[in-house]
């Protein structure tokens, strides 16, 4: 459930970045019945905090979390 998400995956400058939820927020709409829900959240691995829609996040799973871990731990360091 997306309210409950501590990491989530979030598109930021034309590609998915993991990130980690610091807020959530509700902002009325033009149709008084809906609100658009934002997420203000810290991109990991370079420290930005933004505010993203709701809808345009994926929960992050802890299965994807070690696979990124596990991939970034492989790599090899530039020379």
């Known amino acids: 459930m997306m309210a409950d998400a ?3 995956l979030c598109r930021w400058e034309k ?3 993991p ?7 509700a902002t009325s709409t ?3 019945r809906r609100k658009e829900y934002f ?3 810290q991109i990991l691995s370079l420290e930005e905090k933004i505010k993203v829609k709701s809808t345009e996040v994926e929960i992050l ?3 994807q979390i ?3 871990a596990s991939s970034l731990g492989n790599a090899n360091p530039l020379s």
């Open 6 to 8: 501590k990491y989530v």
């Open 15 to 17: 590609r998915l970045w």
């Open 19 to 25: 990130a980690k939820v610091l807020a959530r927020t």
């Open 30 to 32: 033009k149709n008084k």
């Open 39 to 41: 997420l203000a959240v």
């Open 61 to 63: 799973e802890k299965s």
């Open 66 to 68: 070690e696979a990124i």
